[in-house]
């Protein structure tokens, strides 16, 4: 498996602004999902942003408008532009593969994660 290495969380106030990264520098899928998800203590992981390799791009209600999707295939790295945040943004926010196109945020049908990087926005 390939391995998933994020940065570019941290704490921000709300209204700014953070880029989430994720590369994977042993990818190999062809035809795939990759996806941004986040998971605050006591809730269940959501799906937050995905693309995929048919050229595909999915975003939560919550994050439309302010969050954007976006992969370097060269460095293969994924990113997440993050606008507009709000304390409700706060999270754990992971990044995953999976060798399907289908169903991009479903967060069930991923296996392999990154470690996570904490996003904390305050008011």
């Known amino acids: 498996q390939a391995q998933l290495v994020e940065s570019g969380g941290g704490s921000v106030q709300a209204g700014g602004s953070l880029r989430l990264s994720c590369a994977a520098p042993?990818?190999?899928?062809?035809?795939?999902?990759m996806g941004w998800f986040r998971q605050a203590p006591g809730k269940e992981r959501e799906g937050v942003a995905g693309i995929s390799s048919d050229g595909s791009y999915s975003y939560a209600e919550s994050v439309k408008g302010r969050f954007t999707i976006s992969r370097d295939n060269a460095k293969n790295t994924l990113y997440l532009q993050m606008n507009s945040l709000s304390p409700d943004d706060t999270s754990m926010y992971y990044c995953a593969p999976k060798p399907r196109t289908s169903l991009c945020l479903r967060a069930s049908l991923y296996s392999y994660w990154g470690q996570g990087n904490q996003v904390t926005v305050s008011s």
């Open positions: 042993g990818f190999t899928y062809s035809v795939y999902c």
